[in-house]
């Protein structure tokens, strides 16, 4: 059963526009959020986060936005640069998170010139 | 220069073989963590440890072991019992500060192959 989920397995956007990555999440008890960008044989690296108690948190390009009610999640990118174009993955913790994170699937973004 | 480090990069076992990949830590972190990632696939949890001599089992340690002598240092041993080794593993690290999970930062990963 998967807890995390990220439907799209990739996503094309033009440079300078807006990247909308999704997640969906079925476990209420998650209540911190991380997104990871990941280049083949590379481990992730950490984007930007949020905690339950936010529902928008920023940082330069990357927003992520958080909606408890329906368990989603979304990272947008503003705008898109060609260096974007890798692995994304949504992660999520609960109880404090010590226990180790549950991570999608990822969704390979790919920017076009 | 504070990091992750995994050793090696690329790790070759044969049939049978038990092999040990190495991670070390310079960040002063509290918590450590191994997962695995097979193609298309997220990264799925192994074990963890939270502190020294103490770790915990993720959702797919048959096959696996771990120990935690050092706060530096996590090694993860593939042993023959784990029947689908080829994967490539991360470790991770975070701050556990007042029982609050705080982000956690990867190494640079090593890819294990069946020969």
């Known amino acids: 059963d998967q807890q995390v989920k990220q439907n799209s397995p990739s996503l094309s956007v033009q440079e300078g526009r807006i990247s909308i990555l999704n997640c969906d999440y079925t476990?209420?008890?998650?209540?911190?959020f991380l997104w990871y960008k990941k280049y083949p044989a590379e481990g992730p690296t950490f984007l930007i986060s949020i905690s339950s108690i936010k529902d928008k948190n920023e940082d330069g390009r990357f927003t992520v936005f958080l909606n408890k009610s329906a368990k989603h999640l979304s990272l947008h990118i503003v705008p898109s640069q060609p260096g974007d174009s890798a692995v994304y993955f949504c992660a999520a913790s609960s109880g404090g998170g010590a226990d180790g994170l549950t991570f999608g699937k990822g969704t390979h973004l790919i920017i076009q010139p | 220069d504070g990091g992750i480090t995994q050793s090696p990069k690329y790790l070759f076992r044969k049939e049978g073989q038990n092999v040990t990949l190495s991670c070390e830590q310079n960040?002063?972190?509290?918590?450590m963590y191994w997962y695995r990632q097979d193609p298309g696939q997220g990264l799925r949890l192994i074990y963890y440890s939270q502190i020294v001599n103490d770790f915990q089992k993720g959702d797919i340690a048959e096959g696996y072991s771990v120990s935690r002598e050092k706060k530096e240092s996590f090694p993860l041993t593939v042993t023959s019992a784990q029947k689908n080794p080829t994967a490539f593993y991360l470790c991770a690290s975070s701050l556990v500060a007042g029982g609050l999970l705080k982000t956690q930062y990867f190494g640079p990963g090593t890819r294990l192959l069946v020969l």
């Open positions: 960040l002063n972190h509290d918590a």
């Open positions: 476990n209420s008890m998650f209540d911190y």
